[in-house]
């Protein structure tokens, strides 16, 4: 599967974005999907991640209450909605897919459970 993010842009604070990452080449009802996202001289860290069927979001502490991922699967679309943007928000974003097993679980934080990443899309927050 391919995935394409998109979104990204400057805003300043307390502003909101919505990024969207787009699937092709296969349907995403087979995926669970995160978002992710690295600052500048920082490691890449979790910020949210949706089941396949959209029943159950996860969120990093520091965006619970702002942030919220949804799905649509009949347009292959994963969004994330970003409101009360902060300077330390500013990274750059990346979409990514983890295959549904047969255990039905869902390690959603773990980056090196995602087999596919889209490129990333810069979100800066001026204050």
């Known amino acids: 599967v391919q995935l394409q993010a998109s979104g990204g842009g400057l805003v300043q604070a307390g502003n909101s974005l919505t990024l969207s990452c787009a699937a092709s080449?296969?349907?995403?009802?087979?995926?669970?999907m995160g978002w992710f996202r690295q600052a500048p001289g920082k490691e890449r860290e979790f910020v949210a991640g949706?089941?396949?069927?959209?029943?159950?979001?996860y969120y990093a502490d520091s965006v619970k209450g702002r942030f919220t991922i949804s799905r649509d699967n009949g347009k292959n679309t994963v969004y994330l909605q970003m409101n009360s943007l902060k300077p330390e928000d500013t990274a750059v974003y990346f979409c990514?897919?983890?295959?549904?097993?047969?255990?039905?679980?869902?390690?959603?934080?773990?980056?090196?459970?995602?087999?596919?990443w889209g490129q990333g899309t810069l979100v800066t927050v001026s204050s």
């Open positions: 949706i089941t396949w069927i959209g029943h159950l979001a």
């Open positions: 990514a897919a983890q295959s549904r097993d047969g255990s039905g679980t869902y390690r959603y934080s773990r980056a090196n459970e995602y087999e596919y």
């Open positions: 080449g296969q349907t995403l009802t087979t995926y669970h």
